[in-house]
């Protein structure tokens, strides 16, 4: 009973480095989508995807780059980090027939230094 | 502009006593609500919801209410129990919108013994 795997869980990288957060479903969900949570706000909606060979920007896209070749995988890649870039980040998936009812990894901490 | 708000950044309630959180929204266009919970650690989990159409929907000890007139929803948490403690986040979308979701800044939820 996967549901939605990240990794790696804990990451910390110096600024001007690139790294993938890799995010896995295994329960056939069209859309897919990345948010980050900072302290004092919401979950932002950084990119998502409706289905394998599309993926559109969030609210908050700048920095980051996305690809969905399959319908399981959505990986998240920061070209150069950024220490704005430190937060914690959650993959997230969703059937487009099972009304907006999102499941959420459990979370990648990243800390840029 | 935040168009979710939860204005409560915690709230303290006794275990047996009714917990009640709100939230407040901007956007006239939102036709459906969630409340989802965080644990330290872990991804949100989806609660209840709830559509514009209604104006209240309940799960066992959990029930939302919604009053569009005043654009505000209030999840009720009866009775509270210690396994409450912790982060609950309201969040919206609106028609057309990509099934995106607009997330509030969460309210952290203790429940004292």
């Known amino acids: 009973n996967a549901g939605v795997t990240q990794t790696p869980k804990f990451q910390v990288l110096k600024t001007g480095q690139s790294m993938t957060l890799q995010c896995a479903q295994d329960?056939?969900?069209?859309?897919m989508s990345w948010y980050r949570q900072d302290p004092g706000m919401g979950l932002r909606l950084i990119h998502y995807s409706v289905g394998a060979g599309i993926t559109d920007q969030g609210e908050v896209p700048n920095g980051y780059n996305v690809s969905r070749s399959t319908t399981e995988d959505f990986p998240l890649r920061l070209l150069s980090a950024a220490p704005s870039q430190t937060s914690v980040y959650f993959c997230?998936?969703?059937?487009?027939?099972?009304?907006?009812?999102?499941?959420f990894g459990e979370g990648s901490w990243l800390t840029v230094v | 502009d935040q168009q979710v708000k939860q204005n409560s950044p915690s709230l303290s309630v006794q275990e047996g006593r009714i917990s009640i959180l709100n939230c407040d929204y901007t956007?006239?266009?939102?036709?459906?609500f969630l409340w989802y919970k965080k644990y330290p650690a872990e991804g949100p989990t989806f609660l209840i919801s709830?559509?514009?159409i209604k104006d209240k929907n309940e799960d066992g000890r959990f029930t939302v209410f919604l009053n569009k007139s005043a654009k505000h929803l209030s999840l009720h948490i009866v009775p509270s129990q210690p396994g409450d403690s912790a982060v609950y986040f309201c969040a919206a979308s609106a028609p057309r919108s990509n099934y995106q979701l607009i997330w509030g800044a969460g309210t952290k939820l203790i429940i004292k013994p």
């Open positions: 329960m056939n969900h069209e859309y």
């Open positions: 709830i559509s514009s």
């Open positions: 997230a998936s969703q059937g487009l027939t099972s009304g907006n009812t999102i499941y």
């Open positions: 956007n006239s266009m939102f036709d459906y």
